[in-house]
């Protein structure tokens, strides 16, 4: 699984993905695509730009792992407890694991800027199986944040297709507990 860094170095150098289309002449359509982990591929000449404006080595750029890891599923329960189905292709063979936590969610209705937010937090704690426990631990704790993130992207998508009510993306503040994995 390759996944690129880019938003994580422009944060760190304060940098705008305007600004660095308007210096190296990358369109911000390739750096947002890039920045957001939205892309199919990278063109050398584009990697050699971004590698010499930031000072970096391409493998800053970009971050790989040897599999793949895909969030499922996220069922959430009524005794506050949620469930995360994750998908794993290690040494070619797909493997599944489960990761289960206490899940808390609370949408509000904000009068003042006349929308919908919800907040929620997901602490995992407790293992499926220890086939599981041993996977999650093994695969989560090589995960570079760039990827944790991503998979927190995608979990929070995915709690916000269950909210009750219509709340945009930039409205939703979800917490993510890992401590229990490593």
Not at 102 to 123: P, V
Request: contains cysteine.
């Amino acid at each position: 699984m390759i996944r690129s860094n880019l938003a994580v170095l422009l944060a760190e150098r304060n940098l705008r993905i305007s600004r660095v289309s308007a210096d190296t002449g990358i369109s911000r359509t390739t750096l947002t695509a890039l920045s957001s982990n939205n892309f199919q591929g990278i063109q050398m000449d584009t990697l050699n730009q971004l590698c010499r404006y930031l000072n970096v080595r391409p493998e800053s750029i970009l971050h790989y792992i040897p599999y793949d890891v895909t969030v499922k599923e996220f069922v959430i329960e009524p005794d506050n407890y949620a469930t995360i189905g994750f998908e794993t292709n290690i040494d070619i063979n797909p493997e599944c694991f489960e990761i289960t936590g206490i899940f808390h969610m609370k949408e509000c209705y904000d009068e003042k800027e006349n929308k919908w937010t919800m907040s929620s937090e997901f602490c995992a704690d407790i293992w499926t199986t220890e086939s599981d426990n041993l996977l999650a631990r093994r695969i989560l704790k090589q995960l570079p944040i760039s990827f944790l993130k991503d998979i927190e992207s995608k979990i929070t998508r995915m709690i916000g297709e269950r909210c009750e009510n219509d709340i945009d993306e930039d409205d939703m503040f979800c917490t993510y507990r890992w401590d229990a994995l490593m």
